[in-house]
C-alpha cells in the first residue's frame, strides 16, 4: 500500500470522527486472533487502515491503547455481573448462581476483552479510570460475598466478606481461564464449565458451614427483612440448592 493510498484512508477516518473506534475494534479483533501481547500499534493501524502514526493522534502508545480496550471490557463486565446478580433477588444462592454463570459467559462470548483485561499485563493501579472500572465489577462480586456471609449461622467460623470475594473471584477466574473460552484447555470435560464452578463453589461454602440451599437461603434473607420477634414459618418438602440436592 502506498503512502498516498494510507493517507487517504486515514483522512476519512478523521473525517467521519471514528479513528478512534477503529482502532479499538482493530486492537479487539488482533487480540481475538493473536492474544494480548501479539500485536503493535503499527499492526492495530495497518488493520484500521490508517498510517503507523495515526493512532497517536488518540493513544499515547499501544498500552494507551489496551488500557481503553481493558476499561470498557470491565464496564460491559460489571453490567453483566450486576443485571444476574439483581440485589440478590429472588434469594442470595440462587441469584449468586448466576452471577457465576454470567461472569463464564462473558468470558466466553467476548474473549478479547476479558484477555485484555486479564492478561494484557497493563498497570490497572496506574490508571485510576481503569481502576475504578475494574473495582465496580469487583463491586458485585464482594456485594453477592456479604450476602452470602449474612447465610452463615450464628458461630460459625468464616473469612472476612472482602476474603470471600477474592476466594470465589479466583475460582471464577479459574474456570473461565482454563475451560470457558473456547478450547477446554484442550481437554475434554464430563461436565460443562458452569457445572464445574457451581461444585466447586459448593464444595467452599459448605466447608464453611454455609446454608447452601435455596429454600434455607430465601428464609434466612425473608427472616433478616422482617421485624424482630418474627420468624420465618417452618419448610415443608425436599430442599434443593441450586447444584442439586444436598447429601
Known amino acids: 500500500m502506498s503512502w498516498r493510498k494510507e493517507q487517504s484512508r486515514a483522512e476519512r477516518g478523521y473525517h467521519h470522527g471514528?479513528?478512534?473506534?477503529?482502532?479499538?475494534?482493530?486492537?479487539l479483533?488482533?487480540?481475538?486472533?493473536?492474544g494480548a501481547?501479539?500485536?503493535t500499534f503499527a499492526d492495530a493501524a495497518r488493520v484500521a487502515g490508517v498510517s503507523p502514526a495515526a493512532p497517536y493522534r488518540h493513544f499515547?502508545?499501544?498500552e494507551e491503547l489496551l488500557s481503553s480496550i481493558a476499561q470498557r471490557g470491565f464496564?460491559?463486565?460489571?453490567?453483566?455481573?450486576a443485571q444476574a446478580w439483581d440485589d440478590g433477588r429472588p434469594d442470595t444462592v440462587t441469584a449468586f448462581e448466576r452471577v457465576g454463570k454470567a461472569y463464564l459467559a462473558f468470558a466466553r462470548a467476548e474473549p478479547a476483552f476479558y484477555s485484555a483485561m486479564f492478561e494484557s499485563g497493563v498497570p490497572v493501579d496506574l490508571n485510576p479510570t481503569l481502576l475504578a472500572a475494574s473495582e465496580r465489577a469487583f463491586a458485585v462480586i464482594r456485594a453477592a460475598a456479604e450476602r452470602l456471609a449474612a447465610l452463615a449461622p450464628p458461630g460459625t467460623p468464616r473469612p472476612p466478606a472482602m476474603m470471600m470475594a477474592l476466594h470465589i473471584w479466583s475460582m471464577s477466574h479459574g474456570v473461565a481461564s482454563l475451560f470457558a473460552?473456547?478450547?477446554?484447555?484442550?481437554?475434554?470435560?464430563?461436565?460443562?464449565?458452569?457445572?464445574l464452578l457451581e461444585a466447586e463453589v459448593l464444595i467452599y461454602?459448605?466447608?464453611?458451614?454455609?446454608l447452601t440451599d435455596r429454600r434455607a437461603s430465601d428464609q434466612k434473607d425473608q427472616a433478616q427483612q422482617k421485624p424482630a420477634g418474627q420468624q420465618p414459618g417452618p419448610s415443608s418438602g425436599p430442599s434443593s440448592g441450586p447444584w442439586g440436592s444436598p447429601k
Not at 479483533?29 to 493473536?34: F, H, P, T, V, Y
Not at 473460552?181 to 457445572?195: C, V, W, Y
Open 29 to 34: 479483533g488482533l487480540i481475538a486472533e493473536k
Open 75 to 81: 464496564e460491559q463486565f460489571e453490567a453483566a455481573l
Open 60 to 62: 499515547r502508545d499501544r
Open 18 to 27: 471514528n479513528l478512534k473506534e477503529a482502532l479499538l475494534q482493530a486492537a
Open 205 to 210: 461454602l459448605r466447608g464453611l458451614g454455609f
Open 37 to 39: 501481547a501479539g500485536f
Open 181 to 195: 473460552r473456547g478450547d477446554a484447555a484442550r481437554r475434554k470435560l464430563p461436565m460443562s464449565a458452569e457445572d
